[in-house]
């Protein structure tokens, strides 16, 4: 989960508080200091390395990348894009730039999954205190 939307989960649970009273105001504020807690030790995410030519770069919902690259061959211009989570793309890409974007984005809407780097990372226990 990346920090963007931890901390937009604390947002939510503030905004709820604010209509709320006695021990359910209490508990949403708890829930939303520990979200808060979780954003500010969460450690950065590092850099995925992109393949050369890349031109965009576009997150999937698990939060891997989905880029879309030029290459000239022959005086045309050519737009592949790949999903560097599940590997899923258009090797050969088209001439259209506009093009390879749609279907790249299409295909990060629907792509769940995760980045390379948060699959090798060894896992962390979470704390409450």
Known sequence: MQNTDIQHEAATLLRAARTETGARREHLLEEARLWLELARTNPAAPPEEVPDG?????????????VVMEAKEAGTHLYPWTCLGCGDGRKF??????DAQVE???HARDCWVLPQSTLNAPARPLSVA
């Open 54 to 66: 890349t031109v965009m770069r576009i997150r999937t919902r698990g939060g891997a990348l989905t």
């Open 93 to 98: 890409g088209g001439t259209n730039r506009k």
């Open 104 to 106: 790249a984005t299409r």
